[in-house]
């Protein structure tokens, strides 16, 4: 359905019908310096085919804007370009990624929203900048755009966060599982790369020729947010990489230690089970079977020798 529809007049909105019956309309009643920008959230086959006859759009790009599983993507047309992005949300170590579909043309500019958040708030900082939206349909890309990837930001600062908590309870004195923490954290990194990183390229062709002279500025800005994010990104999956091999050295240092307190416990049972085996044969002439106080004297000396291997793996540190 359209969510939202209006053109622009010197950066100056007029709100139109929000209906794709008024869309050859608005677009006929256009002046040489005036723009149609229409948001479509959701759409249905038809709904998005109707709107497509009327942008003259290229059914190649309508089928992908359908599908709404597109790697982010820019496709140049003969006279329009289609651009496809990812919005990225997280919480509770969860990336959520849902598709915009933006299609520019000299005249217009279309966003298909497939679920996430509402670009309301893009178009009303847009449209709370005059000067910028008076440049046409470019600067209502770069306000969706700037948009997105502002919050690609907002998100690695997030993650960052949550590495840190991770790192703190990696190198803690209590036992956690950790190491799922971990996949899970580098699982949603990689799933936060694929949003980002396949933009950096068209983004700065945009900023370096692509576009208008006057609005290459403003994707070079956009090229610098989405730099730092992708800088982030690495950060952070190298942090998670350095916080699981060090979570893995613990358990292993906990197995060694471990197995030497099984160890020195079994030596100190061998003792007594050595001693009691041999006194348990069968065999009627043995040392000091006939003694009276034979049976104390091999108890005290099975608890001194005990006491002794005990406190020499204590000295050690192996108990």
Known sequence: MIIDCAVYRDGVREDTAHDTDSLDAALAGLGEDD??????GNPTTDELERVSQSLSLHPLAVEDALE???RPKVEQYDDHLFMSIRTVSYSDDDITTHEVNIFLGTNFL????????????ARKAAESMIEPLSHGPTAALYAVVDSIVDHYENVAAEL???VQEVETSVF???????STRIYRLKRETLEFRRAVLPLK?????????AMPEDSRPYFRDIGDHLTRAAEAIDSIDHLLDNALQA????????????????????TIFAVPTAIAGIY?????????????????ACLVAIGGLCLYIYFRFKRSGWL
């Open 35 to 40: 723009f149609l920008w229409v948001g479509i």
């Open 280 to 296: 348990g044969m069968n065999f009627e002439h043995m040392p000091e079977l006939t003694w009276t106080y034979g049976y104390p």
């Open 172 to 178: 803690s004195t209590e036992r956690s599982n950790d």
């Open 201 to 209: 390229e068209p983004i700065m062709r945009f900023a370096h020729g």
């Open 160 to 162: 960052e966060v949550d």
């Open 110 to 121: 279309l966003t298909v929203r497939h679920g996430g958040p509402s670009l309301k708030d």
């Open 247 to 266: 979570h893995l050295a613990q358990l292993s240092v906990q197995q060694n230690e471990d197995m030497r307190k099984l160890t020195a416990g079994a």
């Open 68 to 70: 709404a599983h597109q």
